[in-house]
Every structure is written in C-alpha cells, then in structure tokens.
C-alpha cells in the first residue's frame, strides 16, 4: 500500500504538468495561433473573430484556469474548428483501431525480442551474441517508415501473403490487416529491448540461484523457464518505458498503411489546421502513456516482491 | 575534448589507462585506432559527410534537372540509382539530400547539448527541491510520444527547418539531462568530489572544472545517438509532408514521393532510404566505439 502512495505521489504532479504542457504547447511559439491557423490571406476581422472563438483575446491567466477547469471538471478538451465535435469524441472515435494496433505492437515485439535476448544472453561473448548485438545497430538507424514499405515490398507486393494498406472488413480481416504494420512498429521498438534485456538476463543467469539449478542437474529448458519469469519484470518494465516511442511510432505508420486511426486524426487535423484536434491529442495520448507507465510498474510490484519491499 | 577524461583520474579503471606511456592525446589515440567500431563507424561517416559536402560538385547530374523522356529508368551506369519520375538522377538527388539533412541533424543537435548538460549537472549536483523539479518536468517531456510533441510543435512553429530546430530545443534535451543527472549524482557520493568543495572551491568551480569534464564523454556518447534520431525524425518529418519542403532535396520526402511507385519502380523510394540507414549505421557504430575508448560501458 506504501508503494501506492509513494507511486501516485509521482503520477499526480505529471499528470497536471502534462495539462499545463499541452496548454502552453501551441502558445509558445511567437506569433498569433488564429492567425497561423488562418494563414497569410486572412484578414484582421477574421483572426478577430477566431480569437474570439478560441478564447484567445481573453488574458492567459483566464484563458489557463478556463482550460484548467475544463480538462479536470467535465473532461472537455476543446472542440474541433473543422466539424464542431468535441475532440473527445473524435479522439474517441479512432482510439479503438489505434489501440489495437499498439496491442498487437506489444505482443509481436515481445515475441521478437524475448528470444533473441535469450538467445544472445545464454550465448554470451560468442558470434550469436555478436550478431544479435549488431544486427539491432542497424535496426535502429532504419526509419520505421521505410521499414514499412520494404516490408510491403517483400510480404505484400512479392508474396501475396498479407493486405498492404487500408483495414478490411469481415470476420478476422480487420486483425490480418493489422499484422504487417504492427510487425514494423515491433521491429523498430526490438533493438533497445534487446540490447536493454540481454543485459538484464546475462544478471538473472549469473545469479546464486541458477548455479544451484545447474548444480541440481535440472534440464535446460526448466532453468529457461524459472529466467523468463525473472525477466519478466524487467521486460514489462522497459515495455513500460518505451510505450510513449511505440504509440508514436504506431502514429506514423498509419500513415504508411493508410489505417484510419489516430495518426490519420492527427494528420489530417495539421493539415486543416484544427489546433484543438492537435492539441487534444496530444493531451490524450500524453495521459495514456503516464497511466500506462503508472500501471507497468504496478505490474512489475505484483510480479516481484523485491519492487514492493523497496 | 580528447583530453578531457584523462585529465581527472577517476578511481578504478581509469587509473590503470593513465600508466600507459605518452601524452593523454596519443594514448587516446592509440587506442581509437584499436577499436574497430569506432574505425568503421569514422570511415562511413566520414564519406557520408564528403558526399554531402563535396555533392555539387561530386553529383553527374544536376540534383533538380528533369528529364521527362528519361523518368523511373532503373539503376544503369548512367544512372547508378536509376531515375524518379520526373527523370531526376536520384543518386544526385540522395547525395544533395544528404547536405540538407545532415546539416539540419547536426545543428538541432548542438542546443539541446548544452542545454541538457547543463541542466543535468545543476539537476544531480544541487538535488533537493530544485532536483525534484526538474525531474518532474523530465516526465512531462517523457510521457508526451516524441513524434506527437515534435509534430504539435512543428505545426505551432510552421513546417520545414524553423520548426524542426524549434521542437528539438524544446524536447531534445531531455536523455541528456536524465543520463548526465543520475551520473553527476553517482560522481558526487566519491570522494574526490566532495574533497573538490571541501578544499574551498566554489560550487561553480567543482561543477564546471572537475564534474563537466567527467560527465562530458558520455555526453559526447549520448550526441552520437541523438544526431542519429534527429537524422530520422527530420527524414520522418519529411515523408509525412512536415519537414524540409521542396524542392529542397530531402530523404524522407524522396521516399515518400517515390511511395507511389513501390510495387512496380522499387528503386525509387528504397533507395534514399538506404542512404539514411548508412549514415544511421555510422553514427550508432561512432557512439559505440567511443564509449568502447573511453570505458563507458
């Protein structure tokens, strides 16, 4: 319960700074955000009347506070200047395909790193080792983007084996569709979670405990069982790091398979120069992550005592 | 810069590396030449950045020529990346795209260096509430996705260069800060830190004369890696229609104007990307290899 309270004590002033983030965000840059939103061949009475719309013409410290109160009383984060929605409800609208893209992110990026680590932690210094540690090198200079068509490429265009864009519809399609970019999110999250778990799991395997299995003459695979599940606090800890990278890189690779979610949300708002939209997901997605990061290291407290005791 | 770690003899294994003979500067040398990532990761780099410097007079064809007759033609002698759609030579193309996007990458990088360390040092050397603060507004920054923030910001700072050295200022300092905090913290429990203030110097004094050349290898390491994600955040910011805009050369808007050919032309958008990962693969084997000189792992 200490762990709780000491956890929340760090979630709580994030939380409102990621408010105040977003807030001051798009006001920073020098210059008129109605303007900037309207563009050169707007005129004076027109940015007027925007200013007025958006609540710009009041002082900052109202325009804050109104912010302020709004985002913590009723949930309102602005209204599209676009379609006059709420952005909660488009936000909402789009969050579901989104989510489920960042899911199936996290399941194939633990099915490729996991291994790998494994592989070069229990081969450790020897040429597996080396190849698992340089092939990452190069992953992470790799644009997930480009990574994305290459994939097309081989997968979609040479093989025939999976749809190449857009989300189909019918029993089973709308997750098939998913699976090439979720594959490219996870190739490009996998380098850092390799490098990062080999080092944790080269410790687990040096440890006094799994000398004495050893010792104990326990088959192989039942000692890779009892490291797995000692790294599987450190592997939901850096997954939980690294969440704010991967809803990023799942973003942007929406706009390569043409999947509607959030990023296209949030594209297509910079294009109309919707500046509640932005600012709104923004806000959202900012949220999402520090609720996640909050709900890893629970996990990580549950799995292993140690975490709870400290 | 070479020098700096060896002038302050941290205990431990830096001990043993200053018996070597020679001044600092030729040990250091010696032995970077005996790590071969740092080698290789200099030798890519290196011709990347001749490439890009040397591209107007080095490219066969001029980067914004069209030939309209001539367009998509798959890599020949003539052309060694073949030709895009309006019959622009696109190794040219990739060469000059690399002086823009370089220099952009290695410009929005130098801000958030020095902002970061500073903040870094101050951060882990004061600590109390002023480390506190800081470290709050550390996972503000944090929780925003990187694309998410650098976008909203490009779009508030309008797109192309502005922008871009505009979001990196805002966002880029942050590894450097939490890397060079939690180091500056552990330097500060040893002795020779606290001996430092005890022997009546300043606390600027300590900070700036005997914590920053201790800390500044590391940062150094941390650039490598930073310059390389700007590298792709710029050539991101690119294919989304954000970043450099033409008819500036730029990798990411090469590839994503070369999109609409990938199934039948794949020469056209694979390639720029090939640039991008060398150039990646140098810098990364560039951090390495100095962290592997300078004993930081």
Redesign the interface.
Known sequence: MRWVGRSLLAVVPVTIGVVLAVFFLLRIVPGDPAAMILGERATTASIEALRQQLGLDLPLGRQLGDWLVGVFTRGDIGTSLVTSQPVASLVASRAGLTALLVLLSVVFTVLIAVPLAMLAASHKDGPLDHLVRVVPTIGMAMPTFWVGLLLILVFGVNLHWLPVGGVGTGPGEPLRSLVLPALTVALGMSPPLVRALREQLVEVLDADFVVTLRAARLPSWRIQAHVLRNAAGPTVSLLGLNVAYLIGGTLVIEKVFAINGLGALLFSSISTRDFPVVQGIALVLALTVVLVSFLTDAVVALLDPRVRAA | MSTAPAREPSPGTELIATRAPGRPSVRWWRRARRTPALVAGAVILGVMVVLAVFAPVLAPYDPSAQDLGNGLRPPSAAHWFGTDQLGRDIWSRVIAAASTDLRIAVLAAITPFVVGVAVGLVSGYAGGWLDWVIG??V???????????V???V????TGERGIY?AYA?VGWISYARVIRARTRTLCREGWVQAAYGGGLSHPRVVARHLLPNVLPLAVVLLMTEI?LIM?AV??LG??G?GVQPPTPDW?TM?SDG?LF??TR?WV??LP?LA??????G???LG?GLADVWRLR
């Open positions: 709050r507004v996972d503000t920054f944090v929780a925003f996705p990187f694309y998410v923030l976008i909203a910001v779009f508030a700072a309008g505009v805002l390389l792709v050539v991101t294919y989304l954000l990411g590839i999109q990938l199934t794949w958008p694979t990307g991008v990962v060398t150039t990646g693969v810098l990364s084997l390495d």
